[in-house]
Each structure stands twice: as C-alpha cells, then as structure tokens.
C-alpha cells in the first residue's frame, strides 16, 4: 500500500493533498498547522494507512497548494474552514474523525460545529480551544490583535525567521539531534517564498478570531460529545498542557495524554502516538 499525492481545484485554488489507505475504512482527516503542511504527517499516514483511510490536505499559502495573491484570496481561519469543507465533499468522504495539530484546530472545530453529524472522533495534538492553554509565547501576537499598527506587526516577524522555525521542533523535546532538519527546512522555505511573509501575518491577525470561538466550539462538545483522544506535548511553548486537560471539562469520553516533548510530538513520539490514535479510534469506531 503506497501514499498517493494528489491535487485538486477548490474554488480555483489547487489544493495538494495526501491520501492513503482503502476508501471502506473509517477516514481521517489529518490537518496541519504552522508553519507545516501535510509534511508533518509524512511518517504518520504510513503507521494509520493499514487500518484507516487517511487524507491530509494542505492549506492554500502552506506546502504544495497554490498560494493566491492576499488580494485575490481571504487568508482567514474561516475561509479555510469553508474550503476543507467543500474539500471533504468533493471527495465524496460523508463521515471522519479529525486529527487537528495546532491552526488544523481552528480549522477542524468550524468543520465540526457545522457539520457534526461527519464528526466520528477528535484526535487533538496540541490542538487548541481553550484559553488557559494559550502560553505567554502568544502576548506578542496579542499585542499585535490589540493595537493592529506596523510596529507591532513588525515585532512578530520573528516567527517567520529559519532560526524561529527551527526553534519550533526543537523546544521542548528531550533529543533535539532526533529532529530531522528536513522538518523545518521544508517550512522555511515555503515561508522564504515571495508575498509568503504577509499571508502568515493576516494568519497570525485572524487568529484573535479563534480564540472568540472558543466557548462556540466548547458548547458543540458538550452538545454532541464527540470521542476525544488529546495526546500533548506538554513543553509546547505555545499551546500548554492545561490546554489538554481543559478537554475534560465538556467531554465525557476523552482521553488525555501528556508527553514529554514539544510543539511537534509527532517528531519525536511518532510511535506512541500513532499507538494512542490506533487503539482509541479502533475502540469507538469498530
């Protein structure tokens, strides 16, 4: 069984995707976050494609997708939301779980509470919806929601730099010579690309949105708890463990696991994680 690499046109837009695994099986969708692409899940779809139908798209502006002109495309959380969803649909795939990583959140959670008869389980990876797991690595950014001016949006520039991206792997983990540099040389460079810089600053902007979301997202999962698998690196300097465990609060079957690494478990934990996924998911969906 081999993953394929596909792309398809959403709204004139082409977005890559990643698919693997026989149609038949229960389907995950797997969304990314920043500054990655459905190449974070390059050594997951492997461990899932036995038992799973599994598809990882990448956003417009992210990866292989094509990267419209910021005046030509709304690059907001809500927007993508819409196009994963008409994604989803032309795709043909009726009911999946969502494994969310980061901006996959804000992404995945708008799908669900649209549509949440599709919604079978959530898988969250440092994956965020409550405020008390938002860390101080954000108050940059929050400066920049607050008061909108060039000076503050120049003060979070930073995160698009190679160190910074770098940096994102390697926090947090317990090995940092176990991160493949490919990781965050595949970011880079898609951030290095001409006008890329703006589209992850309007990102960046939109994401003051997200969190206003969140008590909107926390009534779908006290209204239609779904299944929930929250495995947390929980030396993420963005998104904290109290993040993880916040899910507990509205979902009455949600597991909660917290691992000794950073902001990209899967970098380092990939077989635990794929192991916690496999288990949980073949238990609720069998």
């Given at each position: 069984?081999?993953?394929?690499?596909?792309?398809?046109?959403?709204?004139?837009?082409?977005i890559?995707?990643?698919?693997?695994?026989?149609?038949?099986?229960?389907?995950?969708?797997?969304?990314?976050?920043?500054?990655?692409?459905?190449?974070?899940?390059?050594?997951?779809?492997?461990?899932?494609?036995?038992?799973?139908?599994?598809?990882?798209?990448?956003?417009?502006?992210?990866?292989?997708?094509?990267?419209?002109?910021?005046?030509?495309?709304?690059?907001?959380?809500?927007?993508?939301?819409?196009?994963?969803?008409?994604?989803?649909?032309?795709?043909?795939?009726e009911?999946?779980?969502?494994?969310?990583?980061?901006?996959?959140?804000?992404v995945?959670?708008?799908?669900?509470?649209?549509?949440?008869?599709?919604?079978?389980?959530?898988?969250?990876?440092?994956?965020?919806?409550?405020?008390?797991?938002?860390?101080?690595?954000?108050?940059?950014?929050?400066?920049?929601?607050?008061?909108?001016?060039?000076?503050?949006?120049?003060?979070?520039?930073?995160?698009?730099?190679?160190?910074?991206?770098?940096y994102?792997?390697?926090?947090?983990?317990?090995?940092?010579?176990?991160?493949?540099?490919?990781?965050?040389?595949?970011?880079?460079?898609?951030?290095?690309?001409?006008?890329?810089?703006?589209?992850q600053?309007?990102?960046?902007?939109?994401?003051r949105?997200?969190?206003?979301?969140?008590?909107?997202?926390?009534?779908?999962?006290?209204?239609?708890?779904?299944?929930?698998?929250?495995?947390?690196?929980?030396?993420?300097?963005?998104?904290?463990?109290?993040?993880?465990?916040?899910?507990?609060?509205?979902?009455?079957?949600?597991?909660?696991?917290?691992?000794?690494?950073?902001?990209?478990?899967?970098?380092?934990e990939?077989k635990?994680?794929?192991?916690?996924?496999?288990?949980?998911?073949?238990?609720?969906?069998?």
């Amino acid at each position: 069984m081999l993953v394929t690499h596909k792309s398809i046109s959403i709204k004139g837009v082409n977005i890559f995707y990643r698919e693997a695994g026989q149609p038949g099986n229960p389907t995950i969708l797997l969304l990314h976050g920043f500054p990655s692409s459905s190449h974070m899940y390059r050594n997951l779809i492997p461990e899932l494609m036995e038992e799973f139908h599994v598809v990882a798209p990448d956003y417009p502006g992210f990866g292989n997708s094509d990267q419209p002109e910021i005046n030509e495309f709304e690059y907001t959380f809500s927007n993508y939301a819409i196009l994963i969803n008409e994604f989803v649909e032309q795709l043909n795939v009726e009911k999946f779980s969502i494994y969310v990583h980061d901006y996959g959140a804000p992404v995945g959670f708008r799908l669900a509470c649209q549509h949440p008869e599709r919604i079978q389980a959530i898988v969250t990876q440092n994956g965020n919806a409550y405020e008390e797991g938002l860390m101080s690595a954000w108050d940059p950014v929050r400066t920049y929601w607050e008061n909108p001016t060039e000076e503050n949006k120049n003060k979070i520039r930073f995160l698009l730099s190679s160190d910074f991206t770098k940096y994102q792997y390697t926090n947090g983990t317990r090995n940092p010579e176990h991160i493949s540099p490919d990781a965050w040389n595949m970011d880079q460079f898609v951030l290095n690309r001409p006008g890329n810089d703006e589209i992850q600053l309007a990102l960046q902007y939109d994401y003051r949105n997200n969190v206003k979301q969140y008590s909107n997202w926390q009534e779908f999962f006290r209204t239609y708890q779904p299944p929930t698998l929250a495995i947390w690196g929980k030396n993420d300097m963005f998104f904290g463990p109290e993040g993880a465990l916040a899910f507990q609060r509205d979902l009455d079957d949600c597991e909660v696991h917290l691992l000794n690494t950073g902001h990209f478990p899967l970098e380092e934990e990939l077989k635990t994680s794929a192991t916690l996924i496999k288990q949980f998911l073949q238990a609720r969906l069998s």
